[in-house]
């Protein structure tokens, strides 16, 4: 019995396989040449050329990015010519009869003033030139004139009028996410230099006040602490990249509180427990400096008690697909009303601007999710979690620059 069940489960194995098989292409998602309707092929065309010309566009208009993406723009039109321009120059013709290019630059200062596109006639005495009609149509960005898109063919076409209208326009999206994308990269420089000028002043004092202090008294101590001082401000002040490993911020945090502890002594005790796993993640350059330096504020500096100790505790762990960051202080506090209306960026610059400027760059790169989670009260010290995904788009830390790891 037993054997004839395994003849039969044998035999009937290519059948299974078969139909597993079978279903399979039956379940299967529809390729290129299954889209049915030749309006839903055409559709799907259109939009897969539309997304192959889209990233360079998102890079600005020059003329290489106006290179890159004439062919597919082209392609979206269906027409003889086509050609890119910025203000006074025609940056790329792809495609028949680039000897109109004169004639083209005539019409683009009219272009320019009025910011209406305009179909005209092209004359040409090359009887081999099929180009006949030209269509210019300009490219905006926040409602300034920024170039032109022109199609050229053989004959009048209002179709071709309407249309090259809508790539015209769907090129100006395109050349306003890249305005869009520039902003945003000088927002988070100067969000950085705003941090500099707040670390600047008040800490290079303190420090440079305590090395001399040890000038005469402790030489190798004030040796010591000045190379901490200049490698503290080389990270801080260093021009290159948005972003830095873990290992490098928290390096660059060990070198701020060794000179902190050098002015303050016993009266601050620190405590760093950081998984060796997370030190590689990437994170928003001078990201978690200046919660720790909010913490040495709230905890040393706004003590009304001189003899009063401080204590922060800094820990990054693994936590699956983030690193978990915590800094914790037993300070001052904060009123939670307060503390919303610094992160909403309404306390003014008595508030200071260190947790709100994290907070926003962390959203920026991480999105919503990952803002700092912040546990105070008044009296009761703060505690700050930071959540740094392990892998992101984009996210990398850049090269350090030549001679140094700064």
Known sequence: MIGFLAGMFAAALP??????????????????????????????????????????LRAGLTHDTARRAARGLRTLLGTDALC????????????????????????????????????FRIHCDDDGCALRWA???????????????????PRESAVLVRAAAEVARWVSV???????????????????????????PHFIFNSLAVIASFVRTDPDRARELLLEFADFTRYSFR????????????????????????????????????????????LPFLCLQP?????????LEGSAAPQDRSRIDITARDAGSEALVVIEDNGVGMDPGRLRRILAGEAGASGGIGLSNVDDRLRQVYGDGHGLVIETAVGAGMKITVRLPKYQPGVHPAPGPPGGSG
Not at 135 to 153: I, K, M, N, S, Y
């Open 239 to 282: 021009r290159h990249g948005d972003f830095t490993t873990l290992a490098d911020e928290l390096h660059a945090i060990d070198q701020y509180l060794a000179l902190v502890r050098a002015r303050f002594g016993e009266r601050l005790s620190v405590t760093l427990q950081i998984a060796p796993e997370v030190l590689p993640v990437t």
């Open 15 to 56: 059948l299974v396989a078969v139909g597993f098989w079978a279903g399979r292409r039956t379940a299967r998602r529809p390729g290129l040449g299954d889209l049915g309707t030749p309006v839903e092929h055409a559709t799907f065309q259109t939009l897969h050329t539309a997304s192959v010309a889209a990233p360079p």
């Open 84 to 119: 890119l321009t910025d203000r006074t120059a025609v940056l790329t013709w792809d495609g028949a009869g680039e000897h109109h290019s004169a004639e083209i630059l005539e019409r683009l200062a009219r272009i320019g003033e009025s910011g209406r596109g305009e179909a």
């Open 174 to 200: 395109q050349l306003e996410l890249a305005d869009l994308d520039r902003s945003r990269t000088r927002l988070i420089e100067a969000e950085i230099r705003a941090l500099r000028a707040q670390i600047s």
């Open 291 to 299: 919660l720790v330096e909010n913490a040495v504020k709230h905890g």
């Open 135 to 153: 269509v210019v149509t300009p490219l905006t960005v926040d409602d300034r004139v920024h170039g032109a898109l022109v199609a050229c063919a």
